[in-house]
């Protein structure tokens, strides 16, 4: 496994997790360099959907047999864990909201009568 993820190691938490799925060094290389890349919680997760394997056929590669496959990594490159799950809404970016601090700005001008400027 090691050969295959070098740029990746591997705690010992992925390692029990990985052999206990069953997945292969060659299967992991896939989902991490085909798998949809998203930043959350101070993790990496790649993950495999449907998108994902069609682009894959595009460039002659079959990871059909990983779809729904997620690779949790940490941001200095180490593989925490895997699963499968193959509802990929998790990985969705959430709808954007304003800041708090613009709406206690506004809170807060609404009881004086002054009107505040944001830029």
């Not at 938490?13 to 060659?26: K, T």
């Not at 949790?72 to 909201?97: D, K, Q, W």
Request: with cysteine.
């Amino acid at each position: 496994m090691r050969e295959r993820l070098a740029e990746y190691a591997v705690t010992k938490h992925g390692d029990a997790r990985l052999y206990a799925r069953g997945l292969h060094p060659e299967q992991v290389h896939d989902v991490l360099e085909f798998g949809k890349e998203v930043h959350t919680r101070g993790t990496v997760i790649h993950g495999v959907g449907r998108k994902e394997v069609e682009y894959a056929k595009l460039l002659a590669a079959d990871i059909a047999d990983f779809e729904g496959w997620h690779v949790v990594c940490s941001r200095p490159g180490y593989i925490i864990t895997a699963y499968l799950n193959r509802n990929l809404r998790g990985l969705r970016p959430r709808r954007r909201t304003r800041s708090n601090r613009y709406l206690q700005k506004k809170r807060g001008a609404r009881g004086t009568g002054q009107t505040v400027t944001t830029c």
